[in-house]
């Protein structure tokens, strides 16, 4: 009886050790099949972003002073008022590209923006507010189909014949549109503006917004995606550097 016993709790402790021991009874964070998913996750959707993210801040300038001379000024479109005129964060972009102009730091000025309907023109309003400020009308150089950063730096490489230049976004923006202005063989600096804004939520989403916006970035450059309109080139570039 008594070794009866015996043998049937050791019989139940090895049953426990076997129980304990099986794989499907560890902890879910201890388990090789959860993990591996989650970090091949973590690769495919955070690699890209950071690769865009370290790509561009290598090309990022910290100041005017810090950035070389360079031909061309690419100022990407930022929305405008509903009078037309350019919104805040625009009107700061292009701030900055008219203080590289005065600074003889860039010869001419690309403005890239959205012209897709007849009532919203924002490359003719980012023309007119570098002209009132002192950047002569010759070497401003309108992009009617920026339609966002990928279009804009493969349309000033393939339609403008731009080799070299300075992009002037917001700060949040600015390594994103180096590294598609780069992977468009553009040599690149960039050059970033406040973001600072009266309504902080804004200045968060735009941040938050970068991460899927980066991540898009790095599969266009992969695809070697065409603007969504492309055109035959332009020569508005060369002549402004010329005259």
Same mark, same amino acid.
């Given at each position: 009886?008594?070794?009866?016993?015996?043998?049937?709790?050791?019989?139940?402790?090895?049953?426990?050790?076997?129980?304990?021991?099986?794989?499907?009874?560890?902890?879910?964070?201890?388990?090789?099949?959860?993990?591996?998913?989650?970090?091949?996750?973590?690769?495919?959707?955070?690699?890209?972003?950071?690769?865009?993210?370290?790509?561009?801040?290598?090309? =990022?300038?910290?100041?005017? @002073? &810090? !950035?070389?001379? *360079?031909?061309?000024?690419? %100022?990407?479109? +930022?929305?405008?008022?509903?009078?037309?005129?350019?919104?805040?964060?625009?009107?700061?972009?292009?701030?900055?590209?008219?203080?590289?102009?005065?600074?003889?730091?860039?010869?001419?000025?690309?403005?890239?923006?959205?012209?897709?309907?007849?009532?919203?023109?924002?490359?003719?309003?980012?023309?007119?507010?570098?002209?009132?400020?002192?950047?002569?009308?010759?070497?401003?150089?309108?992009?009617?189909?920026?339609?966002?950063?990928?279009?804009?730096?493969?349309?000033?490489?393939? =339609?403008?014949?731009?080799? @070299? &230049? !300075?992009?002037? *976004?917001?700060?949040?923006? %600015?390594?994103? +549109?180096?590294?598609?202005?780069?992977?468009?063989?553009?040599?690149?600096?960039?050059?970033?503006?406040?973001?600072?804004?009266?309504?902080?939520?804004?200045?968060?989403?735009?941040?938050?917004?970068?991460?899927?916006?980066?991540?898009?970035?790095?599969?266009?450059?992969?695809?070697?995606?065409?603007?969504?309109?492309?055109?035959?080139?332009?020569?508005?570039?060369?002549?402004?550097?010329?005259?």
């Amino acid at each position: 009886m008594t070794g009866s016993t015996e043998q049937g709790t050791a019989s139940a402790d090895d049953g426990a050790l076997r129980v304990g021991a099986h794989p499907t009874h560890r902890p879910w964070w201890r388990r090789r099949r959860v993990w591996l998913p989650v970090a091949v996750l973590a690769v495919v959707v955070l690699g890209p972003v950071l690769a865009v993210q370290a790509t561009g801040q290598a090309k =990022v300038r910290s100041s005017v @002073a &810090a !950035v070389d001379a *360079t031909p061309v000024a690419i %100022v990407l479109g +930022a929305g405008l008022r509903p009078d037309g005129s350019p919104s805040t964060s625009l009107t700061r972009r292009l701030a900055r590209a008219a203080e590289l102009y005065a600074a003889g730091t860039v010869q001419a000025v690309l403005v890239s923006g959205d012209n897709s309907r007849e009532d919203y023109d924002e490359p003719t309003a980012m023309h007119d507010w570098l002209v009132a400020n002192g950047v002569p009308a010759a070497k401003v150089v309108r992009d009617y189909a920026g339609f966002d950063t990928h279009d804009t730096c493969r349309r000033a490489r393939r =339609v403008f014949g731009v080799e @070299a &230049a !300075v992009v002037v *976004t917001q700060d949040y923006h %600015v390594r994103r +549109a180096a590294f598609s202005c780069a992977a468009a063989g553009i040599d690149v600096q960039g050059s970033g503006v406040s973001s600072a804004s009266v309504e902080p939520s804004k200045a968060v989403m735009y941040r938050v917004r970068e991460l899927p916006a980066s991540w898009k970035a790095a599969l266009d450059a992969v695809v070697n995606r065409s603007p969504v309109y492309l055109g035959d080139p332009e020569p508005g570039v060369r002549d402004a550097l010329a005259g």
